[in-house]
């Protein structure tokens, strides 16, 4: 099936008419949409079908375990080994000087004074991991969840380093995950964008939008924010004033107004498409508050979630959404925990103890809930869950005094859960006091091939043209998913 | 054995990518189109490098057969026998294995077999010889004879001999020509990108003159929105931004001054060679003046890390964004593949990226964290006060060192909490209040001491006159180091030295670089580089600029892929023609005004849009040239037109770029919410699109909603999509509705009567009278909003407006 829709250019036909520029487009498509049921000169009025939805679902073209992702993105860079990465052998070395090289927001060091892990493990499940006391919700879905213990990234800087986990490159101007993913498969809900981004209450990560672009491709496969409050999407409410009924009168006379043009331009169907698209945004406008309508959610689930607490409530109603989006067919949701700067998010400078437990706090339960939520609607199975930050944080402290952690790269954790993916594992590994991945070191790419791969796409294989390569989430060289873990 | 059975290789894998957008459906096409005939370049060389390269190409020649070039395609392989035998296909072994049945004899090993199209292709191919033919774009443009045509009267000009003898050979007729009043619009559009008012629209159709049109076309010509208008298709071909991208995304100060040069260039018709020399080498011409060192700005407007990971890296990819994007937007071709190893399907080896780079070498990097000042912003102002002013602002800056480290003293002895305190915007505060506390007196003294100087020293600077500073290339590196390719793109693993040269693939003499004296403010390389992109003897950069021309008038160009003419773009589809007039604009001194009469003043430009039956069967997409293809309005169209048509549109020039509102809920979307966008005045906020400020991480979504492109790489051609989110910002946004008040107050002001100024708002927005059913079908709305919806009449009117601000005519060009 991939070549069909991959036969122009390494590219769909409607991104190749794009490319190419504009008057190309209206002419060019009266040929190639011919064989897909438009006739030359049709006539006839414009029905919404004519919208030829960039969108429009694709078939994977190899077999898919998931068809949604949602990524919980940790802004900042939770620690990894006062989390998830296990570390016995620091209980006892608070205070010690050590030789460690690191790489931080500080620059390189060579050595530093250990913070021991700040919170107490134990063991959870049949698989028996061993999780710190901040997640005792998430402690009880272990068995579903695949630990990446040695992830390594190329920038301990937030800037690149976010760009390189939403996007594979350290420099701005490419695609996004969620930007791949609709590319690739489009989405199966015409009536809600397929690729969702929900931010933090204190503000959006660092380089804002630059984190869920399109880059290269259209603006069709860029990101779309989504509010809980509010109007969900931009310019989707009615205009002040107005309702919807009125606005049917508006749409009623613009369609009799674009059909007369229409009528001596039959052959450009981009007119057709425009009309149509009219009809789509006004039925956009009633599903998408629809989607965010958290009344229709039994009281069991609000608390699930932990809405009915002040300090979950928020990052909860965004994972409950998270779960609404996928069932309405919803392709890729990032969920931002933390954002702005500072102790807005996870990134613990100062005192990591302060900063970690009102995340960690924040997140825990709504994530346990997202999981056992979606594991008892029968979700799981095809939506994977991703979790983690951009970077991990040093074994050592930032400052002479103090618990702050710096930024590492070298070595950090992130796990994934559902879509296929094998549920009590842990792979990798860092050194004894997670400074570095030393283990089967696995790049970030090796996480977005795993989540290409998932999703039924070859992460070797989508590409998109553009300034004389076949550019690649993964880059230009192989990439192999992370089999351990499905 | 022609190959050996052996995984891919890394470096293969990109192989079969890049060549992966050869589809199957597009060869098996052509193999119907023209079973006899078969191009080497459009059918066999991709087919070739799609399913042949990869172990048997540039990399890698298992069997000793490597298929990318003539000599070694025909040479004798490890076998003894011959991959191909030119005129004799059954004696080419190549066909025999790639036909063969037996699964472990048949070539590729990998993927498909080829199919019988693509058999039959290289069969006909070598069998007419395997003719190894060089690709169109890297031979010099050829001065062709004007095509004889049967319709003398039409074919008026040359361009339109061209386009009519392609017609006349495919059996059909160019559409008739366009009325006036759609002529009128699609030049206002394609020369100002502002609609025509009405007076200027009656003008035209009251003037019989046969030299009505041209008389429009130089009018508009010299109209400064000419400039405002195709300057802002040179600044998507460089990226222009106003920001650096990245965490902060900090301001590049006084960006604008290079968008209002590059306006002004097209405005005053500055010869397109100068234009290039003034950007690549401003600094070092003739004649070096203000004008051309803020050219110079052209170095600076890419994104840049201030806070690298890997400062070589970083160094590297700033190199590369100019790199690439001097190659793609001046010589159309794609050179990037080359950073890491020599480009598959181009003649452009990796050599030749680093000898690129090489001319490039005394480009300075944007700045560093702390000081954006030194390399990128060049003080104008006499050379006594820019003395004084720098010899201040050295010393307030060893001050401000000073100052900082007797804090920092202080700092280490406080709580981590406060220690990270002081790297935040409330470091002031933290030191207010305990800096005092945590220094001994003596400490305490100095530093109260040395705040003292700072205060006095920033006092004097303050008295100076300000300074008159721009965006250039401020500092250079006069003597600099060598250049080294770099293995695998990798720029810690450095391999051979290379000089600057010229891409191998031109065929050009070696550079004469002239030594640098001591005190030189660079090193003399991009002047070198400038003259020969910027000569008429360079095979590609008439030929590019032309075609970009071509692009904006007809919305596409003669060659497609107007950035990349190299063997992966769009063959062109008129090749005489491009020819013809990259050498006329040349000897024509490189005006592009010229260029514009002469292309408007043709029947080809002047056809009637409308489809005809025979010729959508025959050429749906438009090859040929039968019609005008209609386009739909960019971004700064639709804003600006709605500008216009209200009445608002503030036709202020140049200066700094303006802030029009954005909506809490898009600001929300920054870590700090409204950073970085200030606050402009209503009168300011309706000037035209080109002034709005371009902040790398927030981009008006107005305009990104209408295929604004991406700021961070060169953009030959705006993408034109259709999507409900169009849509919903034209119907719900505040800003289309604040335009429809607008319209509504103007008609209601302008007309008493209900009927006409239902009428007058179809006659502001679509440059013609409305017809008696628009008419009827907005009365007949403001009468169901009267009755259905109890809507006060002018509010019903605004509503009308808002419908006619959506209608398809309003954003689509006939």
Redesign the interface.
Known sequence: MQ?KT??????TRREF????????????L???L?GDGFG??GGGTAQAAD?DN?LAAKPAPLPAKAKSVIFLFMYGGPSHIDTFDYKPTMVGMDGKTIEVKT?G?GGHKNQGRIIEPRWKFRQYGECGKWVSELFPHLGGCVDDIAFLHSMTA??????????MMNSGR????NPALGSWLNYGLGTVNENLPGFVVM?DRS????????NW????M???Y?G??F?AE??P???????A?S?R???R??LD??A???E???Q?????T??A???A??E??FK??SHAPEAVDLSQETAATRSLYGLDQEQTRDFGTRCLLARRLVERGVRFIQVYSG????DHNWDA???LVVNHTKHAGATDQPIAALLTDLKQRGLLDETLVVWGGEFGRQPT????????RDHN?FGFTMWMAGGGIKGGVSIGSTDEIGSKAVDAPMHVKRLHATVLRQMGLDP??L?Y??????Q?LVG???VEPIAEIV | MVGARLPLLFCCVFLVGALALIGPAFIENCAAQSAAEVSFVRDVKPLLARRCFACHGPDVGEGGLRLHGLESAVAELDSGSHAIVPGQPDESVMLTRIASEDEFERMPPEGKPLSGAEIEILRNWIAAGAPWEKHWAFVPPVAHELPIVDDEVWAQNPIDAFVLARLEDADLSPAPPADKRTLARRAFFDLTGLPPTNEQLEDFLADDDPRAWERLIGGLLESPHYGERWGRHWLDLVRYAETNSFERDGAKPNAWKYRDYVIRSFNEDKPYDQFLREQLAGDELDEVTEETIIATGYYRLGTWDDEPADPEQSRYDEWDNIISTTSQAMLGLTVECARCHDHKIDPIPQADYYGLLAFFADVTPYGVRGDEETNSQWDLSPPEERKQRQELRQAIKSIEVEKTSMEEVGIKRMTAPDQRQSETPDRQKLLDDKLEKFLNPSEWELYKETLARLAEAKQQLEKLPGADMVLALATCEPQPAATHIMQRGNPHVPGDEVQPHFPKLFGDAAPQIPASSPDAHSAGRRRVLADWIASPDNMLTARVVVNRVWQHHFGRGIVRSSSNFGELGTPPTHPELLDWLSLWFVEHNWELKSLHRLIMTSNTYRMSSAGNEKALAMDPTNDLLWRFDMRRLSAEEIRDAMLAVTGELNRDLYGPSIFPRMSQEVLNTQSMPGQGWGDSTEAESARRSVYIHLKRSLLPPLLTAFDFPDVDASCEARFVTVQPGQALTLLNSEYANERAEKLAERVAHERSDLSEQVARAVELALSRPATEAEIAAGKDLIARLDAKHDLAAREALRTWCLAVLNMNEFVFLD
């Open positions: 070549e991959r036969n122009f250019c390494g590219r008419l794009w490319e190419t520029g504009c008057g190309f487009g209206a002419a060019a009266t040929s190639l011919a030359l000169l919208f960039p790489f927001r190329e920038s301990p800087i937030h800037g690149s380093a976010m760009l350290l420099q701005s101007g931010l503000g959006g990560p660092i380089s804002g939008a630059k672009s399109s880059g290269y259209p603006a069709t860029a779309t924010v509010r509010g109007s999407i931009n310019d989707l409410s009615l205009p004033g309702t009924e009125r606005q009168e508006v006379t613009l009799g107004l674009n007369q043009h229409r001596s331009r039959v052959d450009n981009d007119l498409a425009r009309i698209s009219y789509l945004a956009m406008q954002g702005a700067h500072n400078h100062g005192d402290a930032e400052y002479a005094v103090g618990t702050g790269s070797n294989g590409s043209f553009f300034r004389g390569l076949d690649k230009v060289e192989q």
